[in-house]
């Protein structure tokens, strides 16, 4: 039934945020019980395909990855016993997409100046001499930076495998890295390198901007074992 639904949102080429047709026109259309309708739509409510709101009907969902997130983070939070291998995993794949995305970075940037990402990195180099965490400095880092691909599902994936970090670090105990100074200038190393056209430079800075939190993720798998 649930895709029969999506099939019907297609053909009729809804988009998000589109008023969906009532539950009665639905079961006319498709030629099912009221009851595998409502069924139906309470799965894809889950899923950010649909969205009910009460006393105004069903609409299209805003296609979001929140629960993808969920997901993984429920995962990550079952499974500490294995070696912190769900978050190893997300940490592995946001590793990857900056990686892959590396040409297109330089690309958009080669040459050019961005006021805002400066004034990120120059915060974060900051808060980090001074022992302060600088996540939204971050999240906004690679937020604009993931602005200038032509590819929104990238930068949905970048930021949702982003707040999965976020929120599994503390839910596992795991301490923040105390070489926050090195991720603070891997940012500017990245943003200099896509500046200067040097893909194998930023490719350096992406590696490097991920070690800390990989030595961190690794010294809490280590004293998980211990204890």
């Not at 500017?188 to 939190?213: C, I, S, T």
């Amino acid at each position: 039934m649930t895709d029969q639904i999506k099939d019907f949102i297609l053909t009729k080429g809804l988009k998000s945020g589109d008023l969906m047709p009532t539950e009665t026109e639905i079961c006319a259309e498709l030629g099912v019980s009221r009851s595998s309708v409502r069924e139906a739509i309470r799965t894809l409510a889950a899923l950010d395909i649909v969205e009910v709101k009460h006393g105004y009907g069903t609409y299209v969902g805003q296609l979001s990855l929140a629960p993808l997130v969920e997901g993984l983070v429920f995962r990550g939070v079952l499974r500490p016993q294995d070696d912190f291998a769900a978050l190893r995993e997300v940490i592995e794949v946001r590793e990857a997409l900056d990686i892959v995305m590396a040409q297109q970075i330089i690309d958009a940037l080669h040459g050019e100046t961005d006021e805002i990402l400066e004034g990120l990195v120059s915060t974060m180099v900051e808060k980090s001499a001074s022992g302060t965490a600088f996540a939204e400095e971050d999240l906004a880092f690679h937020t604009r930076l993931l602005a200038y691909l032509d590819n929104t599902l990238v930068g949905q994936l970048v930021t949702a495998f982003w707040e999965i970090n976020t929120v599994l670090y503390p839910k596992l105990g795991i301490a923040p890295a105390a070489d926050i100074d090195d991720t603070a200038r891997a940012h500017g190393a990245m943003l200099e390198a896509a500046k200067a056209g040097d893909l194998e430079a930023y490719r350096a800075a992406v590696v490097a901007h991920y070690q800390p939190l990989r030595r961190s993720l690794e010294k809490a798998a280590l004293k998980s074992v211990v204890d």
